[in-house]
Nanobody
Framework: QVQPVESGGGLVQAGGSLRLSCAVS????????MDWHRQAPGKQRELVAT???????SYVDSVKGRFAISRNTAERTSYLQMNRLKPEDTAVYYC???????????WGQGTQVTVSS
């Protein structure tokens, strides 16, 4: 059973930082890409950051220059370093993992990030 598990969420003041982690359990699963998404109350889930197997990264415009995604392939873990947080970053953050570019994604349960003004 493949299961991503997020951790590291919490309450932080605006301007602060948090580091989210996503560990993927389950054998026989080769990770191609890992993404971070978020969903704020009353809004659709949006893609925040992606890291591919070759290390290429991409970000939604609203977090460029503030967030950084990384991964440890051996440990099957990805990280989302979030700096200069803003109240509008408040959301439940989800990670997912895929075995190939067009393969279905395995999703975690999410971790709450709350940024106070």
């Amino acid at each position: 059973q493949v299961q991503p598990v997020e951790s590291g969420g919490g309450l932080v003041q605006a301007g602060g930082s948090l580091r989210l982690s996503c560990a993927v359990s389950g054998s026989g699963f080769r990770i191609y890409s890992m993404d971070w998404h978020r969903q704020a109350p009353g809004k659709q889930r949006e893609l925040v950051a992606t890291i591919a197997n070759d290390g290429r990264t991409s970000y939604v415009d609203s977090v460029k220059g503030r967030f950084a995604i990384s991964r440890n392939t051996a440990e099957r873990t990805s990280y989302l370093q979030m700096n200069r947080l803003k109240p509008e970053d408040t959301a439940v953050y989800y990670c997912n993992a895929r075995e190939c570019k067009d393969c279905p994604a395995y999703w975690g349960q999410g971790t709450q990030v709350t940024v106070s003004s």
